[in-house]
T-cell receptor, first 110, second 112 residues
Framework: ELKVEQNPLFLSMQEGKNYTIYCNYS?????LYWYRQDPGKSLESLFV?????AVKQEGRLMASLDTKARLSTLHITAAVHDLSATYFC??????????FGTGTRLKVLA | SAVISQKPSRDICQRGTSLTIQCQVD?????MFWYRQQPGQSLTLIAT?????????ESGFVIDKFPISRPNLTFSTLTVSNMSPEDSSIYLC?????????FGSGTRLTVV
């Protein structure tokens, strides 16, 4: 059974600081997705990582995938308040099915 | 990218009743997925709705509790039956929208 774990579960950080969210999964997959969810909202797609060594960047966020280590990271550079949200990784399992990670609730403090 | 209309956006229901959630997509899709997000938790896949065949349910979810219809390639419904307070969650539909899946806006269900 595929399991996906994220850490930390909660992250409170100061504006301007850097931090990394980790996503570990238990079985082989080469499809990894990152989503953002604001309170009371649906999921917004951030990154799609489809191969070992894939790296994607958008603004202050950068995501990477290491399929051999079964690990993806979401790195936040110089955090700003607008990045406060819950971040989920999801691993592809079968055709278009996702198994979601536990989520990381990020709060950026001014 | 795909545009999904999900209704209702929220509802408060009495225990023992049922609620049907609708999901309409602006393009034809082979599969539609239904997820549950319990308060403060992650998303759990309930079932995959396939047009022309019965839905495929994940472990821990059964058709009697969560019947699903898929009458065509752009529409699906999920019914939450005989509700209890433990069914209070956000329910989301999702469709393949390569290279990712796109999610509906969600239905926030409160059972009292």
């Amino acid at each position: 059974e595929l399991k996906v774990e994220q850490n930390p579960l909660f992250l409170s950080m100061q504006e301007g600081k850097n931090y990394t969210i980790y996503c570990n999964y238990s079985t082989t997959s080469d499809r990894l997705y990152w989503y953002r969810q604001d309170p009371g909202k649906s999921l917004e797609s951030l990154f799609v990582l489809l191969s070992n060594g894939a790296v994607k960047q958008e603004g202050r966020l950068m995501a990477s995938l290491d399929t051999k280590a079964r690990l993806s990271t979401l790195h936040i550079t110089a955090a700003v308040h607008d990045l406060s949200a819950t971040y989920f990784c999801a691993v592809g399992s079968g055709t278009y099915k996702y198994i979601f990670g536990t989520g990381t609730r990020l709060k950026v403090l001014a | 990218s795909a545009v999904i209309s999900q209704k209702p956006s929220r509802d408060i229901c009495q225990r023992g009743t049922s609620l049907t959630i609708q999901c309409q997509v602006d393009s034809q899709v082979t599969m539609m997925f239904w997820y549950r997000q319990q308060p403060g938790q992650s998303l759990t896949l309930i079932a995959t709705a396939n047009q022309g065949s019965e839905a495929t349910y994940e472990s821990g979810f059964v058709i009697d509790k969560f019947p699903i219809s898929r009458p065509n390639l752009t529409f699906s419904t999920l019914t939450v039956s005989n509700m209890s307070p433990e069914d209070s969650s956000i329910y989301l539909c999702s469709v393949p929208d390569p290279p990712r899946n796109t999610f509906g806006s969600g239905t926030r269900l409160t059972v009292v």
